[in-house]
């Protein structure tokens, strides 16, 4: 059994932070070559309204296919009653709930205050209890190191509604560094906050490598014992109301990261080329970020599976 | 007093890497603008015959002008006794050794088997001995984490060749990850192992960003209490004899780590941003590498120096 919980954003993260649409058959493909590479759980849409994010018109399709893939956690992202009650039906197995620390970022993100998207997660966790039991849901805590808008975020405030969303029944609780402004400080001890706070509920991490300290950043949450890592293939992604946010963290260097340290990912690097390679050929205006891709595994490279 | 020291090496490993040669007047210009931003060390130059490296032709030159900035702890490479001993002349304050703990790099590198190394190291401190006596010499130990020819290196290896290198009599032994094969937690394993065996000979880490692991081996290197890290403006460089070990890793994202960290490194992100454009000025088709030039710092971002 895996170690570590790779969680692979890029068809959502990815993709709707893009302006190119890529085609529903585009996607299947990308989707499976990501499964058949290894990557156990895959958050593949975002169920928005399709006037405003075109690129996640298919969301519910595109979660019936993945559906069909054997052993694949099928996640979406959803920011409103109506999207989670979309995603739901459509059979999805985690809904996470965006919910920024920064209200400034909450306004331009989802355009709710902070009271208003606690009541909707308080109704979106209702409807699940309601009608799907089994499926699972995630706050993540957007802006949670700190907003491009609001500056500054102390770790009181992230841990406060870390809190108010375990009390309103999400099942787990992430942190995301929206903007890339965390550092690896700061992510040992909020992570290490969340937990002892938390327990069970505590999430994993979503970080973006816009100031080139993501893999950093991991390193920390390892030691604060994160075993769920958010990462997109290609580095793909950003947030469109984070000036200056570029992509998720890069799939093929965390891996390689992971696995380098002998924490199984459960993941093939080779298939995961592969995988890239399909990613390539559907977007091939689209800058790819990553350096394993480009330098290849070490000689003798041992998978921690391998080792163990 | 600033708690880490950057030691800029974009002038020596940057330059030896590329084929253009930077002009003298232009590498004057871009050092003192590095050491204008508070840089307190920087290898300028490498010493070796300009037929094998015509980049570096002006090694001598260089070091003097160097020699002419306040404050400045002028650093250089030198492969062999002709090298340090004109380094010496020069005026050079640190002379590092690149000794590689594969004998396979070694040969390809310097030309020398790991006898005839270790008896170079004992004529270039007995050289410094007789001589200059304020010098300091530095064992850089190259492919420390693994080797393009040679493949996996073991701890036992690496740290073998440091004690070797301070029964030699060098002030400080440095580990250098040449081919970006480091992982953190071999970071933290050998650095630890390293102090524990060498106490104040320990030196610093030379991480190149090959597989996009240099701030998370970083990380794992300031856990083990590594206080010296080599970083490239840019992240110019690599090795010609390590293929695909591209360049090292970037100061401007080293600077904000570590400053984030809330350790104060002395230097200027804007005034290293100034000598960035000297740099892109100088050699305007040679890539240059780093995420915090384009993102910027964040708001309300405090340097370690003012919060302390």
Redesign the interface.
């Known amino acids: 059994m895996p170690s570590v919980l790779v969680s692979e954003v890029g068809p959502r993260d990815g993709l709707q932070s893009i302006a190119a649409v890529m085609p529903t058959h585009a996607k299947r493909r990308w989707i499976a070559a990501l499964a058949r590479a290894g990557l156990r759980e895959i958050e593949v849409a975002s169920f928005v309204p399709p006037r405003l994010m075109p690129q996640m018109a298919d969301a519910a399709e595109v979660v019936q296919d993945a559906l069909a893939l054997p052993d694949l956690h099928v996640a979406v992202l959803a920011p409103n009653l109506q999207g989670a009650r979309a995603a739901l039906q459509a059979g999805a197995h985690k809904i996470t709930l965006p919910v920024s620390v920064s209200e400034a970022h909450s306004l331009a993100n989802v355009r709710k205050s902070h009271a208003q998207m606690i009541e909707t997660v308080r109704e979106v966790v209702a409807l699940r209890d309601e009608d799907w039991p089994e499926a699972r849901i995630e706050a993540g805590l957007s802006t949670a190191f700190?907003?491009?808008?609001?500056?500054?975020i102390s770790d009181a405030q992230t841990l406060a509604l870390a809190q108010t969303m375990a009390d309103c029944g999400v099942d787990e609780v992430g942190l995301s560094d929206t903007?890339?402004?965390a550092?690896?400080?700061?992510v040992r001890r909020l992570f290490s906050a969340l937990q002892r706070e938390l327990g069970e509920r505590a999430g994993g991490a979503h970080f973006h490598?816009?100031?080139?300290?993501g893999?950093?950043n991991?390193?920390?949450a390892l030691e604060a014992g994160v075993r769920t890592f958010d990462a997109s293939q290609g580095g793909l992604g950003g947030c469109p109301h984070a000036p200056?946010a570029?992509g998720n963290i890069?799939t093929e260097?965390l891996v390689?990261?992971l696995e380098?340290?002998?924490l199984d990912t459960g993941i093939d690097v080779a298939a995961l080329l592969e995988a890239r390679a399909i990613l390539r050929a559907a977007l091939p205006d689209e800058p790819l970020y990553?350096?394993?891709p480009?330098?290849?595994l070490?000689?003798?490279f041992v998978y921690a599976r391998e080792a163990a």
Chains 1, 2 share one sequence.
């Open positions: 700190g907003c491009t808008l609001a500056g500054a903007t890339g402004y550092n690896p400080a700061q490598n816009t100031r080139g300290q893999l950093a991991v390193v920390a200056g570029t890069v260097d390689f990261l380098a340290m002998g990553g350096h394993l480009d330098a290849g070490p000689k003798d």
